[in-house]
């Protein structure tokens, strides 16, 4: 064979393999089994909330029993947002964090150096989501590669929130929205 009738020979056989591989696809699919009633598939969940700081520790802040900084008086809220997809028994998705503004605390502040984002990956229990994953970004020295758990609650909204690294962590809480999407 020539070198453009092998090259004609190797399309049509190609086609004719891509035909029979889309055929028994289609058979496939068509002949799938229907998904078990145990085996409930979340499209999604996502949480949302202002949280408050409760501690920064070591070496950060430490939020009293009042939830005010020490000499200065103030909250520190804190606005997560976190999107997880996949079956309840293996949720996977990322989130971002950043201190709210404190004339309104359901917004960002204007400019902040505690923006992050990070990774999430954990199940729902009942009504518990537990999560747990990575920082990917951070204005804050040490923080990437830090651990992040969020525990959340589908029936109440409550949010626990710990963000850590070598330096220091965070736990902050709070209810927000916690919703199947």
């Not at 085996?39 to 430490?62: E, F, Q, R, Y």
């Not at 947002?81 to 989130?95: A, H």
């Not at 902040?112 to 990575?134: C, E, N, P, Y």
């Not at 850590?164 to 999407?181: C, D, K």
């Amino acid at each position: 064979m020539t070198g453009n009738a092998l090259e004609s020979f190797d399309r049509r056989n190609m086609l004719r393999l891509g035909a029979a591989g889309a055929a028994l696809a289609g058979l496939g699919v068509s002949r799938a089994a229907p998904a078990s009633a145990n085996s409930v598939v979340s499209k999604g969940i996502h949480l949302h909330a202002t949280l408050l700081v409760l501690d920064d520790a070591p070496g950060g802040p430490t939020i009293r029993s009042s939830g005010t900084l020490p000499g200065l008086g103030i909250e520190l809220h804190f606005n997560i947002n976190i999107e997880v997809w996949g079956p309840d028994s293996d949720l996977s998705g990322t989130g971002w964090g950043a201190l709210s503004d404190q004339n309104d605390p359901k917004q960002t502040a204007r400019v902040d150096a505690t923006q992050r984002v990070f990774t999430q990956r954990g199940s729902l229990d009942g009504d518990i989501v537990r999560l747990k994953g990575r920082m990917l970004f951070s204005y804050v020295p040490g923080d990437v590669g830090g651990p992040i758990l969020t525990e959340a609650n589908l029936a109440t909204g409550h949010i626990r929130f710990i963000a850590g690294n070598t330096a220091s962590s965070a736990t902050l809480e709070g209810t927000g929205v916690v919703v199947r999407i």
